[in-house]
């Protein structure tokens, strides 16, 4: 018995091995055949990989999305941009190669090898930027070269183009290198150290719309860093194109008519709410924000007295003068305190307390009602009513009627304005409000404060009847491919605090302004075209006391207290189509200096729209 089981124990014991023997047999023939596949069959390309190539990732940026005037006609667009890097894994020896680069780039070495420095850290395989755009001469002589310059790298990409130089530079905005800051906010997912985006203006705002999706390639390299070719490529998707809502024509000449001056001119459709022009001077050349600006021009830009950097049109505030009266008659009647035939006499002053306030208009305007006080622009009319009316019911007035806030408009840094009141003096200075003050306010001087957008929204209230739209830059959004995305609609964001009678008798004031001969903008009249509008002059020196403008020699009166000119207007009269708000820097006059560039910008744009021949 014991035999037999020692005998069946042996036999199992064999079974066993020769399967483990087969199984080790087999394993190692399928290893020696892979083996003889690798080293014989595919020796040759595999030891060429190895030895030489390798397989890299490389960006694909996207082509940002175009920008359009409301009909069609292109303003910014990209062109092609050769950009030199290097990769410093395939750049052996880099010394010598730099050396050689510089021959045919026209770039001392050294401040290509400075470039180089400030990137330390970075990886061997992640190109260095040494120059943006070479241009086609450099870039030929690198193809010729390129044996000769391992791991240098000329990438193609889109770069922004400013087709019309200066034009709508403060609308449009410009682009600039992402920020250590940025990256680090969040705000800009998926973006990488050295990428372009909107900085400010448009350009800013619909970033997320114009910006597009990255894509890329995997490709083959040899040892000097060449492409081989190209594996696998993942296509980038371009940005949307938008339709602005300015007019390409009517923007050019808003930007002629400022040109010499510093100052604003904003066209808006008061029933859409549409802005036709925003003008800004001086102004500033986006394409060289993209191509590189030295530190020289940047500083001329900044330390400019003008301002050229601001956008004078939402950004700067200017006391709204005597358009503020449009805000003081609205409140006068609307409260009672007088009616259209309410007059007050004006021998071309008023005495408050112990002080004299004084008329712009030195022998006065004698008798005067609320129309007659807006055409002509009687200060002594409008003190009395702001004497009635208190601070604090004027300034709920003014912010109804839309000032001391911001429109909304789709731009960064826009200014809210100040309307004052007694409480907001007392929290500010911890003085009591004076009466003379109020007077002040009720002409628009003293501590009122407006941008001209404001005073744009306030005009075309009165032109449309009433109604307060958002303004709006943006007109319609489109795909590369022309496919409608977005068509932007008016936004009704309040209404004037106006009965319709109030706003008759406050238009017919604006349109005696234009249109009656002792009106302040009679300059302005057009035979083909009624308008109607109010001047203002912002003075930068009180009329009261020893700091009376009148008794400064205006001959030499230095530039800097020099008053601001305003002019806001709309026409048609009865049917408008357009409102127009300018304020010239140290103009003087509204009725000399503002009121002809509004007058002539309005036909321009009827011209335009084939309502004048």
């Not at 009720?442 to 449309?464: D, R, V």
Request: charged fraction near 25%; aromatic fraction near 8%.
């Amino acid at each position: 018995m014991s035999k037999y089981l020692q005998s069946a124990d042996t036999d199992w014991y064999k079974r066993r091995l020769t399967g483990v023997v087969f199984l080790v047999l087999t394993a190692f023939l399928v290893l020696i055949a892979r083996l003889f596949y690798l080293q014989v069959i595919e020796g040759d390309e595999l030891r060429r990989l190895s030895e030489n190539n390798c397989i890299r990732l490389q960006n694909i940026e996207p082509s940002r999305g175009l920008i359009f005037d409301r009909n069609g006609k292109l303003l910014v667009d990209n062109r092609p941009s050769f950009d030199l890097n290097i990769i410093l894994k395939d750049a052996k020896p880099v010394e010598h190669t730099i050396e050689m680069l510089s021959q045919y780039v026209d770039v001392p070495a050294t401040e290509l090898m400075s470039k180089i420095s400030r990137n330390k850290g970075i990886s061997f395989y992640t190109p260095v930027l040494l120059k943006q755009d070479i241009g086609r001469d450099a870039l030929a002589a690198i193809e010729v070269h390129k044996y000769n310059l391992p791991g240098i790298v000329v990438s193609v990409k889109p770069r922004r183009h400013y087709i019309y130089k200066q034009n709508a530079a403060h609308l449009i905005g410009y682009l600039g290198e992402i920020s250590s800051d940025e990256l680090k906010s969040g705000k800009y997912s998926g973006y990488r150290a050295g990428d372009y985006i909107g900085k400010f203006g448009v350009e800013k705002t619909y970033e997320g719309l114009l910006r597009g999706k990255r894509g890329g390639r995997q490709v083959e390299v040899n040892a000097a860093g060449q492409v081989v070719r190209v594996l696998r490529t993942v296509e980038a998707f371009p940005g949307h194109n938008i339709y602005l809502s300015i007019d390409y024509l009517l923007q050019k000449k808003a930007e002629e008519l400022l040109e010499g001056s510093a100052g604003a001119i904003i066209a808006m459709d008061p029933a859409t709410g549409q802005i036709l022009a925003m003008a800004s001077s001086p102004a500033f050349d986006q394409n060289a924000f993209v191509d590189g600006m030295s530190h020289e021009q940047w500083d001329s830009l900044v330390s400019n007295p003008f301002r050229p950097m601001e956008n004078k049109a939402i950004n700067a505030e200017y006391p709204p003068a005597s358009v503020y009266k449009i805000v003081t008659a609205i409140a006068a009647l609307e409260e009672g305190i007088i009616d259209e035939n309410t007059t007050f006499y004006c021998p071309g002053y008023y005495k408050c307390g112990n002080r004299v306030f004084r008329c712009w208009k030195k022998r006065g305007h004698d008798k005067v009602n609320v129309v007659k006080a807006l055409a002509e622009s009687c200060d002594v009319f409008f003190y009395q009513v702001g004497q009635k009316l208190g601070v604090d019911r004027l300034a709920w007035y003014a912010r109804a009627c839309g000032l001391g806030s911001t429109t909304g408009i789709d731009l960064n840094h826009e200014a809210n304005g100040l309307i004052p009141t007694a409480a907001w003096k007392r929290a500010r200075t911890g003085i009591r409000w004076q009466l003379g003050e109020t007077l002040s306010v009720a002409i628009g001087q003293g501590y009122n404060l407006a941008t001209p957008l404001q005073m744009m929204s306030l005009i075309s209230e009165i032109a449309n009847g009433g109604i307060r739209y958002k303004p709006l830059i943006l007109k319609k959004v489109e795909t590369a491919e022309g496919e409608l995305v977005n068509e932007n609609k008016s936004k009704v964001t309040g209404k004037l605090p106006a009965g319709q009678r109030t706003l008759e008798i406050v238009r017919q004031g604006l349109w005696d302004v234009v249109n009656k001969k002792k009106g302040t903008a009679w300059i302005a009249h057009v035979d083909d075209v009624d308008i109607s509008g109010k001047t203002g002059t912002a003075q930068l020196v009180s009329r009261t006391g020893s700091n009376d403008d009148a008794s400064i020699d205006k001959a030499n009166k230095p530039d800097h207290l020099k008053s601001h000119a305003w002019f806001a207007a709309y026409a048609p009269s009865k049917a408008p189509q357009i409102a127009v708000v300018v304020i010239v820097e140290h103009g003087e006059h509204g009725s000399s200096a503002a009121a002809p560039l509004a007058s002539e910008l309005i036909t321009t744009y009827l011209s335009i729209v084939g309502e004048l021949n």
